[in-house]
């Protein structure tokens, strides 16, 4: 009781209040998680909200279970149902907690699993790719599914990661029914210049929509845009140090940067099968 008054800043809280209801968000849970592993000793991912978002419900779980055996990259969100379960990749930042409010609004009969990332638990690796993972996650989601048809998705870069994993279930003889990605950019393509090669004189010209005035005026337009890039940059990290530490998330935004650099390292081969692009309406 004393780690939620702290986390969400509330005097009176019930044993039986959920999380969500209180005003407790994502960036909350990490705090939350943090709290316990540094109070209880106790390590449990955030998506453990998904079968204990209250007190009690978390207190029983603490008491039962080791926390070696409380982590699973799998995290069943409805683990109910007839229909095929749709299997959902993590986003950069590693957690899957931002699923629930799509569960919402799928049907009760919609059995929804999510992946969260392997190194919320363990050690950051020096590198990895998207390949990787995939690989991981497919093996993951057969030993739930054994057959296909499956059903996979993922949110931006958990779209990059859906992707490879349907590549590899394909090349495994497997059936990907249907491939769902949302607010996500198409990936980069054999032959194709990353985004920070294409990040040159040219490309501010055609940018801009004027006829190239002179090479020196485009190097130096160049020049003050990475200049104030740069500055954003360090003012951004001065502004939200401070939050970061309250909130504990070091960890995960060098997760996030892992994760990051995998996606602009990812090449991506032609997908033969059906894929369902998904755009909320705040994004143009």
């Known amino acids: 009781i004393e780690v939620w008054q702290d986390v969400l800043q509330v005097k009176s809280i019930s044993p039986d209040d959920d999380f969500f209801e209180v005003g407790?968000?994502?960036?909350?849970?990490?705090?939350?998680?943090?709290?316990?592993?540094n109070r209880l000793g106790v390590h449990?991912?955030?998506?453990?909200l998904f079968k204990a978002s209250t007190i009690e419900q978390l207190a029983d779980l603490i008491r039962k279970e080791k926390p070696k055996d409380a982590w699973t990259s799998m995290v069943p969100i409805n683990a109910n149902g007839s229909k095929p379960p749709l299997f959902l990749m993590h986003a950069a930042a590693g957690n899957v907690l931002f699923y629930k409010d799509l569960a919402k609004h799928l049907n009760d009969d919609q059995p929804l699993f999510a992946l969260q990332s392997q190194e919320l638990k363990s050690e950051l690796p020096a590198q990895r790719s998207v390949e990787d993972l995939a690989e991981y996650y497919s093996k993951e989601i057969q030993a739930a599914q054994p057959k296909g048809p499956y059903f996979l998705g993922g949110m931006c870069f958990g779209a990059y990661v859906a992707l490879e994993t349907a590549q590899f279930l394909h090349r495994q003889g497997h059936e990907v029914a249907q491939l769902f990605v949302f607010d996500s950019g198409a990936p980069r393509r054999a032959g194709q210049r990353s985004e920070s090669q294409r990040i040159s004189i040219g490309y501010y010209a055609r940018k801009l929509r004027r006829p190239v005035l002179s090479a020196g005026f485009y190097r130096t337009f160049h020049s003050w845009l990475v200049e104030r890039k740069f500055a954003r940059r360090i003012s951004d990290w001065l502004r939200l140090r401070k939050t970061r530490k309250m909130l504990g998330v070091r960890r995960n935004r060098s997760l996030e940067?892992?994760?990051?650099?995998?996606a602009a390292n990812y090449v991506a081969s032609t997908y033969e099968g059906p894929v369902t692009l998904i755009r909320s309406e705040e994004f143009s």
Do not use: D, M, Q
Request: no cysteine; proline share 4%; charged share 20%.
């Open 24 to 37: 407790g968000h994502s960036l909350l849970a990490v705090r939350l998680f943090n709290e316990i592993r």
């Open 44 to 48: 449990l991912p955030v998506a453990t």
């Open 257 to 262: 940067r892992l994760n990051r650099t995998a």
